[in-house]
């Protein structure tokens, strides 16, 4: 099974609109950590926004923050008021964490954002 | 977090050339990986760079095709060998926190073999 489902492969949105990147995960770890990366076409990959499994509060980073829905094992990322800058590939990544142990990131397939005037 | 240059970001390669990719990380780092993104794909991760050990590779992927170097705890490099159509990818050096695992990734190789 898919460790990280990202369901859309792509989306659009007008400037300064809110839009919405779905991510789902599947683990049985109780503790693990899920990530957001922005790929713009030149290829980087730019880390966004990071959400531990236990932690309270949903993450925000600025215009970025992340719908962390435990029960329904979802990590939406929500990007308000979107900037043409914003077009890209969004990959959604989760690392599970086993005592001392770092497990392996596991990377979704990504979403290609688009964002027209 | 850290500054990671990656060089060449980018190169078009004969096949059956070798080419290696370096990278270059500002600060001592203990975890340092290499990924490859082929196009339209995810990342896949390669292998990871051990300081003063052989790299740990991931299923699929061996030391012959993808030799690694770690000669310290800020340098490292991948050479793609004896390369195919099939390796034209973007290969992503990239580092790792400690505590929570966070990877930062340098700015990449976008690699074209003919």
């Known amino acids: 099974a898919q460790k990280i489902t990202q369901t859309q492969p792509g989306m659009f949105v007008q400037e300064k609109e809110a839009v919405t990147l779905d991510c789902t995960y599947d683990t049985s770890d109780q503790s693990y950590g899920l990530f957001w990366y922005k790929q713009p076409s030149s290829g980087e990959m730019i880390f966004l926004i990071y959400?531990?499994?236990?932690?309270?509060q949903n993450a925000t980073e600025g215009r970025y923050s992340l719908n962390f829905q435990k029960a329904r094992k979802s990590a939406n990322l929500v990007i308000s008021a979107s900037q043409l800058g914003d077009s890209a590939m969004y990959f959604c990544?989760?690392?599970?964490?086993?005592?001392?142990?770092?497990?392996?990131?596991?990377f979704g397939r990504g979403t290609q954002l688009t964002v027209w005037p | 977090s850290a500054v990671i240059s990656q060089k060449p970001s980018r190169d078009i390669c004969q096949r059956g050339t070798s080419l290696t990719i370096q990278c270059q990380v500002d600060s001592q780092v203990t975890m340092m990986f290499w990924y490859r993104q082929q196009p339209g794909q995810s990342l896949t991760l390669i292998a990871t760079a051990n300081q003063g050990s052989e790299a740990t590779y991931e299923s699929g992927f061996v030391i012959d095709k993808f030799p690694i170097s770690r000669p310290n705890l800020t340098f490292s490099t991948l050479t793609v060998s004896n390369m195919s159509p099939e390796d034209s990818s973007i290969y992503l050096c990239?580092?790792?926190?400690?505590?929570?695992?966070?990877?930062?990734f340098g700015s990449g190789t976008q690699l074209s073999v003919l």
């Open positions: 990544a989760m690392r599970e964490y086993r005592g001392s142990t770092l497990g392996r990131l596991y």
């Open positions: 959400q531990g499994s236990y932690d309270e």
């Open positions: 990239s580092v790792g926190e400690r505590d929570r695992g966070k990877l930062f």
